[in-house]
């Protein structure tokens, strides 16, 4: 409980932090869209803990049972779902920048940039209605009830297909980072790397727990008990995934804090209209 409410506060003041900065900029960027639809899905994560915080001070049972469970089932599912398909359209982005670079030159706009990332909003909400009714009443994890065809199906279309396209994008970087013509690959390699690995670790115990929920063992009473205490674990694993990338961010940007100097100083004259270039590799 203490730890859902840390990753309330840690998680909403840091996305929210982001998606608020990310418009300090008169100018859109494609890369600043990246960062503020991440921590859009963060935020709405991390927005919604304390009714896990409530369930869990109520002794891991429902108030109002069913109601509640659909609620947390949706944002945890759609923060899955949206999180590693904006991570694959980032990823695929930058790949896309590495071998066509003249291509992206002309095309990598924010209006594309824009209608990729609604069409990835549009895709995860139409995914996740589908598993608003695969839960009970006492789970924390929203157990699923034995629909080992929809559980499955998570799993491909929200974690292993993302994980291999993901894959493919990071060793098409790797491979082209020896090459001086674009030596720029390696920042986004090291970045992609990074935000990939921690969602995958993260999220791989809560697919595990979803299948060990379904299958026929997991009826005892021992192992009901089990699975309650690796679900607490694996949601813990959710909670830090929901920091992390906020921490991580605010680490790594060494512009950050600049964007609201540039943000006061476009107000004189003299640095009126000036905006700094956008590159691919700056995510």
């Known amino acids: 409980m203490g730890l859902c409410s840390l990753a ?3 998680g909403v003041t840091g996305n929210g932090f982001i998606i608020f900065t990310t418009g300090c900029r008169k100018k859109k960027t494609v890369d600043g869209m990246c960062h503020l639809n ?7 994560f991390t927005a919604f803990l304390p009714l896990t915080v409530a369930q869990l001070a109520m002794g891991l049972h429902w108030y ?7 609620i947390i089932n949706i944002i945890t599912t759609l923060s899955m779902f949206s999180r590693c398909f904006h991570l694959t359209a980032i990823s695929t982005d930058h790949c896309l920048t590495t071998l066509c670079p003249v291509w992206a030159q002309n095309h990598r706009t924010v209006h594309l940039a824009s209608l990729v990332m609604l069409g990835t909003w549009i895709l995860s909400v139409i995914v996740t209605w589908r598993y608003h009714g695969l ?8 157990r699923e009830t034995g629909d080992a065809v929809n559980v499955a199906a998570r799993f491909l279309i929200g974690f292993l297909l993302p994980l291999a396209l ?24 090291r970045t992609l790397l990074v935000l990939n690995a921690c969602f995958f670790l993260c999220w791989f115990p809560y697919h595990v727990i979803a299948f060990l929920d379904i299958s026929p063992r997991a009826s005892p009473p021992d192992a009901t008990a089990s699975l309650d205490t690796g679900a607490i674990f694996a949601h813990s694993l959710l909670c830090f995934h929901s920091c992390f990338y906020p921490l991580f961010y605010l680490s790594t940007r060494q512009h950050f804090a600049g964007c609201w100097g540039r943000r006061r100083s476009c107000q004189t004259p003299a640095n009126a209209g000036a905006e700094p270039a956008e590159s691919a590799a700056d995510i």
């Open 38 to 44: 991440l921590a859009t899905s963060g935020f709405i």
């Open 135 to 142: 839960c009970s009443d006492q789970s924390l994890l929203l």
């Open 8 to 10: 309330f506060l840690m």
């Open 166 to 189: 993901n894959t493919i994008c990071l060793i098409i970087l790797a491979a082209k980072r020896g090459q001086n013509q674009v030596a720029q690959a390696e920042k986004p390699l």
């Open 64 to 70: 109002l049972r069913s109601f509640l469970c659909k």
